[in-house]
Every structure is written in C-alpha cells, then in structure tokens.
C-alpha cells in the first residue's frame, strides 16, 4: 500500500530556460538552412523536457520502505523527521551537511526532510530529501514507522 508519493518534477523556469536552445539553433544553422534550424530546434527542446521529465526522481512510502530516487530503507530502521523550510532548508543543504549522508537534493525544491538512520551498522548518519511536501512526508515516515512496529 502506497502511503506517499512525490515526482520532483523540474519548476516551470527550467522548462523556460531550456525554450533558449529554440533561438540558438535557429541562429546556429541560419546559414545551412532555415528549416534545418527549426526541426534542430524543435528536437533540441523536445529531447531536453523529455529527459527532464523521465530523469524527475521519485521519493515514496510503500509496504513500509521509503524510497528516494534509487535508495530504499525500511522505516523501522528511520528516526524521528525533521522538517526543514526556506532559508532552514538552505542551510541542511549546504552549511550544515554531513558529508556522509544520503542526499536526494533539488534545487527547485524549498523545503527538505531530514531522518536520522538508526541502524548502527549503516555509515549513513541521515537521510536528506528535497520535497515540496515536507510536512507530508514527514507525517508519512512516522505513519508508516508506527504501523511497522504495530504489526511486528
């Protein structure tokens, strides 16, 4: 059962940024051909927000596993969640990281989680997640986390 899902999709400014290769390659192949230029454009872009959308990592909570992108921990083996807002935010993700912690970071995403790993033989201090639903995911981890300890 699915107790959290989130795709941290690219903010609608990257996919603005990226309309700039449109004028580029129009300017690039001008002088080859003007049709050229447009179907390079037209694939150029095209190729970008697909590779933005497919590549989006997922953070979910299913069965008692958190999953972050390509990692998985069971709850069971996860602290207490710390939620993390704007400036906060900035400061897990930068001043105040620990080198050896797990990192799922987006830069279009405010707010972060932090989870301490209990797991002693894991060398992970803490798992850090960019999320745009802290407060939710936070919830979840300790949701999941009680109904595992609840049905062992």
């Known amino acids: 059962m699915t107790q959290y899902h989130e795709r941290l999709f690219p903010a609608p400014t990257v996919f603005l940024a990226t309309a700039l290769v449109i004028p580029a390659s129009i300017l690039v192949f001008f002088p080859i051909s003007i049709v050229v230029g447009f179907v390079v454009a037209a694939v150029l872009y095209l190729g970008s927000t697909a590779l933005f959308l497919i590549m989006a990592p997922t953070v979910s909570i299913e069965d008692g596993v958190l999953r972050a992108g390509r990692a998985r921990i069971p709850v069971d083996q996860l602290g207490?969640?710390?939620?993390?807002?704007?400036e906060a935010a900035r400061a897990e993700r930068g001043p105040?990281?620990?080198a050896r912690a797990?990192?799922?970071l987006n830069a279009w995403a405010h707010q972060a989680?932090?989870?301490?790993?209990l797991d002693e033989g894991d060398p992970t201090p803490?798992?850090?997640i960019s999320t745009r639903?802290?407060?939710e995911l936070a919830a979840a981890i300790t949701s999941a986390a009680e109904?595992?300890?609840a049905n062992v």
């Open 96 to 98: 105040n990281l620990n």
């Open 133 to 135: 639903r802290a407060a």
């Open 102 to 104: 797990y990192l799922l």
């Open 113 to 117: 989680v932090r989870v301490p790993v």
């Open 147 to 149: 109904e595992r300890a």
């Open 126 to 128: 803490y798992w850090l």
């Open 80 to 86: 207490t969640p710390e939620v993390f807002v704007g």
